[in-house]
């Protein structure tokens, strides 16, 4: 537990920094976030879907994710409360199809069973027939059935990051684009640390590791393990040129894979999950062939679509059995917290659990992330 008058440290500035430093600036502590830009930055190549309800998480980690998801309207407005002008959202629905009517029909009722208990920011869940899917979907395939819940929403992580990072600084953050090594200064049974740079050391009260996919290399450093993994995700940018993609809803076809599309004729296809290869962030074939046959299965209009850039991030996983992230104090320690693990839906979940975070570093209740204590 701290009082406002504490420096606080961030290391890593993706959705897990950013939205912990804004929870503590906007509640007047002094916060510097560091961030080296890794290549892979998780929230950078993120696809953006913000509609828990649809997805086939289950147990713990889908309450998680739903809480998230419910806690964006209101973390959304308090940055726009700021005249933060651009946040990237838009409220543009989440289309589910699938081929066989049997296997919409189930999850259509778990669907809205979680939409309804979700209430308004889940918005309204209607059955679309192969007419109504074209129309909101142009490039879909046409013996689909669909589902469509009007509360679905999608996000450019790179626009809402830096979003949460301006309003951090509107709070008066710093952001310090270097990388950090955390050196402990014990004295006397009291733990306060110095972070260095390539330029400069400076000492902290609390030191916050929210690295992504690195966080468990900046804590063995210090003596501390975490179990947190990484798992590359490959994701293909399309263009369709003179198309109004605006309004379309995100897609998902009850399968691993999902389709987001942006303003500007741009529409994100993906992704891998690839373990086992660290921080290779290479695009590579196989990555390529599995996204774009993926997509032109069940969207086969954006087969004359451009490609544009492919984008490879490297998710934090958790190896908690039920998946859920990390945030909370690191055991055995005074000032040194974790805020990480949130796997293939941090870009949901990262600003309620930052929030969370930063009550909890103040010594304030925070009922929603006591599950998530390491
Ligand atoms: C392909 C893909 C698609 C995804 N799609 C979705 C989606 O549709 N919806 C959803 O909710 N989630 C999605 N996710 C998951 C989400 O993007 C991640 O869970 C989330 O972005 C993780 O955020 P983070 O801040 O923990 O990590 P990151 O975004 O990876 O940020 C960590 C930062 O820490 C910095 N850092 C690390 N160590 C140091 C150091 N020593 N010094 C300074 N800086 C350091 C790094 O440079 C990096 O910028 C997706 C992820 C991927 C990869």
């Known amino acids: 537990m701290i009082d406002t008058s504490a420096r606080v440290a961030v290391i890593g500035g993706g959705i897990a920094g950013a939205s912990v430093a804004f929870g503590l600036a906007s509640r007047d502590v002094s916060v510097t976030v560091f961030d080296d830009a890794m290549a892979g930055q998780a929230t950078a190549a993120s696809a953006g879907i913000i509609a ?5 998480s289950t147990g713990a980690y889908y309450e998680t994710y739903a809480a998230g998801g419910s806690f964006y309207p209101d973390f959304l407005k308090r940055l726009s409360d700021l005249g933060i002008p651009e946040l990237g959202y838009r409220r543009s629905g989440a289309l589910v199809v699938n081929q066989n009517p049997d296997a919409l029909a189930e ?8 939409a309804a208990a979700a209430g308004p920011v889940a918005g309204e ?6 007419a109504n899917l074209t129309e909101i979907f142009p490039p879909i395939a046409p013996d689909m059935t669909g589902l469509f819940i009007t ?3 999608r996000v ?3 626009t809402l990051r830096d979003a949460i990072l ?9 952001l310090v684009n270097d990388s950090a090594r955390i050196i402990s200064n014990s004295t006397s049974g009291t733990a306060t640390w110095t972070v260095g740079t390539t330029s400069a050391m400076e000492d902290f009260d609390v030191v916050v590791v929210a690295g992504g996919a690195r966080s468990a290399e900046v804590l063995e450093r210090l003596g501390h393990t975490a179990a947190i993994t990484a798992q590359r995700g490959q994701l293909i940018h399309l263009g369709l040129h003179g198309t109004n993609t605006s309004p379309w809803p995100t897609v998902h076809p009850l399968d691993h894979h999902y389709i987001t599309p942006f303003d500007g004729g741009r529409v994100v296809v993906g992704a ?12 590579t074939a196989a990555g390529q062939r599995q996204v774009l046959d993926d997509a032109l299965r069940i969207a086969p209009g954006l087969a004359e679509a451009t490609v544009l850039e492919t984008r490879v991030g490297v998710r934090p996983m958790s190896a908690r059995a039920s998946g859920l992230p990390y945030a909370g104090a690191v055991p055995g320690t005074s000032g040194l917290w974790l805020a990480s693990g949130f796997g293939a839906g941090g870009l949901t979940m990262g600003p309620l659990i930052g929030d969370g ?6 010594g304030q209740a925070a009922p929603e992330i006591a599950h998530l204590a390491l």
Do not use: N, Q, Y
Request: proline share 2%; aromatic share 4%; hydrophobic share 35%.
């Open 156 to 158: 450019d992580g790179r």
């Open 272 to 283: 891998t999950r690839e373990d086992g290869v660290g921080f290779d962030v290479r695009t």
């Open 107 to 114: 999850a259509a009722r778990l669907i809205r069973e979680r």
């Open 166 to 174: 301006t309003g951090g600084k509107a709070h008066g953050a710093r």
């Open 125 to 130: 869940v209607h059955d679309m027939d192969a």
């Open 151 to 153: 509360g679905g929403g």
């Open 357 to 362: 975070l930063a009550r909890a570093i103040l």
């Open 52 to 56: 828990p309800w649809v997805s086939t």
